[in-house]
DNA sequence: ACGGTATTTAGAAAAATATCTAAATACTTG
DNA sequence: CAAGTATTTAGATATTTTTCTAAATACCGT
């Protein structure tokens, strides 16, 4: 929701790498969780934080969930940061 | 130095406070502590993580240590962002 | 409805983080 | 050099976060 959570969200180097996996489009979370060396709970447990940071969305299509990224909440983040640099 | 802190870094509610207090000007620790209700030992604290993640640079006077913004280093944390939007 | 696959939820353990108090360091000035 | 102020470091504690295993839920195809 805020900028607390989205921050919080960014701050963890899996979600990370899993929000760059998502910049060629959506993905299941199986396939995710396919590129680290984790459990799947803990994919779903990352998952469900960038969910709530607002920086993925998800959608439904038969025995998946897919993952896509939320482009407009790192608008907002980098309009955030960008009032630190020069007014 | 790398990605990892200054992300972890911005991710705590107090540290994004600070930083925006550091945009007009330098301050002391002292002076930036003030702002908050916390002992000056946290204080110490979270600037040591500001610093480590190079977001501010200290400059020392008198008996007095400056605090500032490194606003090169965000411009690099709105780098890696802007990949994840667009191309 | 059943069996199988995909994903999440619950609960617990381990690791990291934020905070405090008290002590240490650093610097300034008389 | 001693006293005073500013800040940091050390050590302890409480909270939060990350991760796992096991169980639960959801959805598909037969």
């Given at each position: 929701?805020?900028?607390?959570?989205?921050?919080?969200?960014?701050?963890?180097?899996?979600?990370?790498?899993?929000?760059?996996?998502?910049?060629?489009?959506?993905?299941?979370?199986?396939?995710?969780?396919?590129?680290?060396?984790?459990?799947?709970?803990?994919i779903s447990y990352?998952?469900?934080?960038?969910?709530?940071?607002?920086?993925?969305?998800?959608?439904?299509?038969?025995?998946?969930?897919?993952?896509?990224?939320?482009?407009?909440?790192?608008?907002?983040?980098?309009?955030?940061?960008?009032?630190?640099?020069?007014?």
């Amino acid at each position: 929701m805020g900028f607390a959570e989205t921050f919080k969200a960014l701050g963890d180097p899996v979600r990370r790498e899993i929000l760059l996996l998502l910049r060629r489009g959506q993905l299941s979370a199986g396939e995710i969780g396919s590129h680290f060396d984790m459990t799947g709970a803990t994919i779903s447990y990352h998952l469900s934080i960038l969910k709530k940071a607002d920086l993925v969305f998800e959608t439904r299509e038969k025995n998946y969930i897919y993952y896509g990224l939320n482009t407009s909440v790192v608008e907002e983040v980098m309009l955030w940061l960008s009032q630190l640099k020069g007014e």
